[in-house]
């Protein structure tokens, strides 16, 4: 194994297999769960995405980030106007898709966070902490200012069709020709007679014209007894006289199966198709993309620059390494992960707006590294899991205590809260980084001779 990762480009190599394996592995288990589980699998994966750029930017390269919910809604909202608003790729004329959509999004995401990057390696402690978030309470606020674009506080309803098409614009222009002004127009041409169609005095309705009261039939319009409907013209509920099918007539050998036709079959299949399963499966994958992405950068050497820097940078700086590149470097990588986790989030919804993107986001992100490990991919992982399964299992004890909703909807945060200070105090490795230290006392206790 050894030998593999020297060879040029082994690393990347086993690196591809190991996530292709684990993407393998996660979709078997996707597709073989309800649809609610799909939902939970899908936020999973899409909380691990966002926080694998908060690995690298707090655990690798030693950077306090409040704002990363901030950097999700500038994917979703990148996502959705694209989607709504292209119907073909600009300067290619390519069909539009949600691909596409995804590239811009992740594209967004480097550009915000080259910028965001290149003003907070100025800053350091409580001052980038206040800077990212400021971000996190501004940019969801933006959409307020733009509701034509954005579609204000409202947010903006996103289509998410079959895999193998694209992402339908909200169909608003079918109702364009269908407006007041329009129907008035039309009604006011077609109502208006003209002068070849004008109406004489003769033709008019007048109390004239109108029939008498005396609507009694007539002698040559009277109905006799035999044209009227009785009991005795309704049938008998005796169905004897129905053909019967004799049983040892039908030869079964006569039946041939080739001949019966299955051309519906494809539809009933393609009928049963379950949204959920598909934005698992579509998180699963962004998420194995990116952690491929940032096994290769965490073990490589641009992760022994954010180390070295995360150290000291006084250090880094003498051995050759721009610490503000290097900090410029984890900003646009964490953004770029967050956008796509937005551009996720934003599939999951089916909306985007700035309620889902709130401060709240944010800090749930933080929290979630910090419970898994904030040095660990494994512990992105973890924390996604922890960020799903503990708002379960507090509505599950208040369904079981009987508590008030009042309760019930806060005390996941103050859980969040108590275990964060918890995990700083006993554990500031996180789970993962407790396991280690665990693992490591142990080998070195155990007996040599062994």
Request: glycine share 12%; proline share 6%.
């Amino acid at each position: 194994m050894t030998s593999l990762l020297r060879f040029p480009g082994g690393r990347l190599v086993s690196h591809a297999l190991f996530v292709i394996i684990i993407w393998l592995f996660v979709m078997r288990i996707n597709d073989s769960v309800d649809p609610l589980a799909n939902y939970y699998i899908a936020l999973v994966a899409m909380y691990a995405t966002a926080m694998f750029g908060m690995v690298i930017l707090v655990g690798l390269s030693g950077q306090v980030s409040l704002g990363n919910g901030a950097l999700m809604a500038v994917g979703g909202y990148v996502f959705a106007v694209t989607s709504l608003n292209w119907q073909t790729v600009p300067f290619l004329g390519l069909p539009w898709n949600g691909l596409w959509s995804m590239g811009f999004a992740a594209v967004g995401g480097i550009v915000v966070g080259l910028l965001v990057g290149g003003i907070a390696a100025r800053l350091r402690g409580p001052y980038l902490a206040g800077l990212t978030l400021g971000l996190a309470v501004g940019v969801p606020a933006i959409a307020n200012r733009f509701p034509e674009l954005l579609g204000g506080e409202s947010g903006l309803m996103i289509t998410v069709p079959y895999p193998d098409g694209g992402y339908a614009p909200v169909e608003e222009a079918a109702f364009a020709d269908t407006s007041v002004e329009a129907v008035a127009a039309e009604s006011a041409t077609t109502a208006a007679p003209s002068a070849a169609t004008s109406v004489s005095p003769d033709d008019m309705l007048t109390m004239d014209n109108f029939p008498t009261t005396d609507v009694a039939p007539s002698a040559a319009t009277s109905v006799s007894p035999d044209d009227m409907l009785t009991m005795d013209n309704f049938p008998t509920t005796d169905v004897s006289a129905a053909p019967s099918i004799d049983p040892s007539v039908v030869d079964p050998g006569a039946i041939d199966p080739s001949a019966t036709d299955l051309s519906g079959a494809g539809d009933l299949l393609a009928s049963a198709f379950i949204i959920e399963r598909w934005q698992a499966g579509l998180a699963i994958t962004v998420a194995c993309i990116a952690a491929f992405i940032a096994l290769n950068l965490v073990r490589g050497r641009q992760g022994r620059v954010w180390r070295a820097v995360r150290d000291d940078s006084v250090a880094a700086a003498v051995a050759g390494i721009s610490p503000a590149k290097a900090k410029v470097s984890a900003f646009a990588v964490s953004s770029l992960f967050a956008a796509l986790a937005g551009a996720v989030f934003a599939q999951i919804l089916s909306y985007v707006g700035p309620g889902a993107f709130g401060l709240g986001l944010s800090l749930s992100l933080l929290v979630g590294v910090v419970l898994g490990g904030r040095s660990s991919l494994l512990g992105a992982i973890i924390g996604g899991i922890l960020l799903v399964w503990l708002p379960e299992f507090v509505l599950s004890l208040a369904e079981r205590g009987g508590w008030e909703d009042q309760i019930t909807n806060n005390a996941p945060n103050l859980i969040y809260g108590l275990l964060v200070v918890l995990v700083v105090l006993a554990a500031p490795g996180g789970i993962v980084g407790s396991v280690q230290q665990i693992v490591a006392k142990l080998t070195r206790r155990a007996p040599t001779g062994v």
